[in-house]
């Protein structure tokens, strides 16, 4: 996987028509750290995170990103949902393959498919559906799927927070290890210290 790359927000600013959301926020996620952004439900995580993932303009300061992306990267900034966001209709194989489609030859893509199955533990659920999967390994193929393009950056937002307490434990644990073997620079909102 990639070194990662070095996410600066300088001085970002945003409102929401008459509400000030974000005022003066500036931070540097150097490559291959994992940053924490905590704070209540409504002060702004998720608007932060969409100007860092370039979703969303800034109503001011800028977004820059330093670094080389090396060049297996496929997509350098990607995200993983709170909600999972799968594709009902595709097995869990084909919902990680989907991004890799028109971007690598197809026997390459299913040596990827395979490695970040194995990376996340689903590889005996690879044809399974979505609808056959508990929330927890929904979940992994969301980690999966945004760990198989290579990204230099790696954005999550509340990725736990839809699954119980004792799978969030365990995943959040699974989490800190991928993560790590993957060496990608990551910023994860959060409500919580615990992974909520
Ligand atoms: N598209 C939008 N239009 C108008 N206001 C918005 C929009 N998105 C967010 N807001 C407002 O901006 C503020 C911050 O929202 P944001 O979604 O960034 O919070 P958050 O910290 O991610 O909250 P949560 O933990 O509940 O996800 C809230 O007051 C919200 O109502
Ligand atoms: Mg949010």
């Known amino acids: 996987m990639t070194g990662g790359i070095r996410l600066i927000l300088d001085q970002i600013g945003h409102a929401w028509g008459d509400l000030t959301v974000l005022d ?10 994992v940053m924490a952004i905590i704070g209540p439900s409504g002060c702004g995580k998720s608007t932060l995170l969409n100007i860092a993932g370039g979703l969303l303009s800034p109503s001011s300061g800028t977004v820059r990103i330093e670094g ?16 999972f966001s799968l594709l009902p209709w595709r097995s869990a194989q084909a919902n990680i393959e989907l991004v890799l489609e028109d971007k690598l030859p197809k026997p390459v893509r299913a040596d990827r498919v395979r490695e970040v199955l194995a990376l996340t533990g689903l590889t005996e659920f690879a044809d399974a ?23 230099a ?44």
């Open 24 to 33: 003066g926020i500036a931070l540097t996620a150097e490559p291959g750290e």
């Open 68 to 83: 080389a992306i090396a060049d297996d990267c496929l997509n350098p900034l990607t995200y993983i949902f709170q909600d």
């Open 129 to 151: 559906w979505p609808r056959e999967l508990s929330g927890g390994m929904k979940q992994r193929v969301g980690i999966a799927r945004a760990l198989a393009v290579r990204p």
């Open 153 to 196: 950056c790696l954005l999550m937002d509340e990725p736990l927070s839809a699954l119980d307490a004792q799978t969030r434990d365990l995943l959040l644990d699974e989490f800190v290890t991928i993560i790590d073997r993957a060496q990608t620079t990551t910023i994860y909102v959060t409500p919580l210290l615990s992974g909520q």
